[in-house]
């Protein structure tokens, strides 16, 4: 939906918000002797395309290249970015992963794969620079720079610039889903392709807190930071008010950055806890994240899944990197050296507050707060320049995309599209040809685990989803169906079933079960 006040589209933060460091993205380089990817001609089917071209749309892209070296199925990645970026509104200086760097799109699936991020600092001349960093946590800017090399390489099967709106099943005479039809649109034309699989990759969408409204030009959630503050608070100098909510990683990144670009503002911080806390990234813990923690976890009841999202929720949600917190506590005690009253603090953290209610006037927004301390409520009313919302997101736009084909599954009206441990919807029992199907990436964290919605283990689960699409079909639980079709035999030429293989190219291809 086009934002009503002129607000960016996502399209266009693609397009328009400065991101650190390169210029552009790379130009498209081909890969090496290795026959370019074919495409359908005339009334053909794709054989996936993949809605989204972010990490894990790309993680596939990579698996499809090394996992079928030679009969290179048709692929299509559609992407409503103008080009490849890593969450552009939040590419922020200083910014640091949360993430090893070994955990990047190819490596644990095959470490010997080109496109992994040492193989990229390598091509780029900084390997032996990287290494004396002493890090295994790069600048967003450079793993978003790592990414874009990657996707590069794929410039001939993705199209930027285009939104899909909507996936529908086609039925064949016996009234089975034979192929999806993908509908999308690029700068006002309506494209529709014909799809056997279908891989929804979208990400999250922006979530705000109730009493505020969804376009407002003085409302920015976090994820448009770095494009829409610039334009709506456009005097550095000035004395503006600017309230930020939220107590995530988001928010304590955006808390000091923009205190430190307006350094006259007056900036406060609403969390609805006692204070920022830290996440929890210690190596026990960190287990959760290992690519094996998937399968136990899928196996596992769903009570007993919900108590775990739980307990290691501070992994990852509502917290923030110690470093940050640290960085932000000595801050606010510079303060309170300087001036003991607090009254010209720059900097502020109110605890315990909710946003109630929300109004607008030509010249500012006012907030109304409610307060709670030692069982007191209080009600508070502040007016600000700017308020930049870091409320997270929420990971339900499959839903919307996917609604025609919800008439298949064995429960319509169902909360969600139940998946396979393979990633793969399932649809009712004969309502879906073997030969076809829709997958589902970065939703799935009821079912597959915290890591779904990370980087964690997308080089492994890339790879999962090619094999359970081109070569073994199938493995929803964890095991083969057994079934096959042309379709599988089509593919499979390029990929033996017998241990790994070179594929001339330096790669290892890797076998049917070979990279669990
Ligand atoms: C600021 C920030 C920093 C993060 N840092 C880390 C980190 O350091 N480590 C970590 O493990 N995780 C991190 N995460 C979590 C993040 O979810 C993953 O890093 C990663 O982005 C997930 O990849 P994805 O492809 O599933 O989703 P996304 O990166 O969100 O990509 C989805 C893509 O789909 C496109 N799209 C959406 N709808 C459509 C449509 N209808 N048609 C066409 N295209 C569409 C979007 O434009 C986007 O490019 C971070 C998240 C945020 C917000
Ligand atoms: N540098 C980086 O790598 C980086 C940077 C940013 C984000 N990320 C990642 O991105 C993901 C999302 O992080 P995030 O910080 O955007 O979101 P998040 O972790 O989901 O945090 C959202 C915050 O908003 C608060 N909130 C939600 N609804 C609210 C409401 N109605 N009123 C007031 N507060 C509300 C929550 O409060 P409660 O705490 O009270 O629930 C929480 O503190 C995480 O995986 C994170 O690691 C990474």
Known sequence: MRPSDGAPSEEEVGRSSP????????????????????????????????????????????????MLPEARPKVLFLERQQQFVWHAGMLLPGSKMQISFIKDLATLRDPRSEFTFLNYLKENNRLLDFINLGTFLPLREEYNDYMQWCASKFNDVVSYGETVTLVEPVKDSAGKASSFVVHSRAGGIEERRLAKHVVVAVGGRPVLPKPLPEYHPRVVHSSQYSSRV???????????????????????????????????????????????????????VNEIFNPSATDKFFQTSPEERHQQLVENRATNYSVVRLELIERIYHDIYVQRLRDPSGASWKLNIRNHSEVTAFESSDKNVTLRMTHHENGVKTVEEHEFDLVIVATGYARDMHQELLAPTRELLSDPAGERFPVGRDYRVQFGDGKVSTDAGIYLQGCNEMTHGLSDTLLSVLAVRAGEVVDSIFINKHISNGHHNGQ????????????KNAGPHSNGNGHIAVNSNGYH
């Not at 989204?52 to 698996?63: D, H, K, M, N, Y």
């Not at 923009?258 to 609805?272: G, K, M, P, Q």
């Open 19 to 66: 991101v650190y460091g390169r210029s552009g993205p790379y130009a498209d380089s081909d890969l090496t002797g290795i026959p370019r990817f074919p495409q359908p001609s005339g009334d053909e089917v794709y054989d996936l395309i993949c809605v989204g071209f972010g990490p894990a749309s790309l993680a596939i892209a990579i698996a499809i290249y090394e």
């Open 230 to 284: 610039p334009q709506a608070l456009s005097n550095l100098n000035a004395p503006y008010r600017i309230a930020v909510i939220g107590a995530g990683q988001s928010a304590a990144e955006v808390f000091s950055d923009v205190s430190s670009r307006y350094h006259n503002a007056t900036t406060t911080l609403f969390i609805r806890g006692d204070a920022l806390k830290p996440s929890d990234d210690s190596p026990f």
């Open 484 to 495: 096959s079709n042309g379709h599988a035999t089509k593919l499979s030429a390029g990929s």
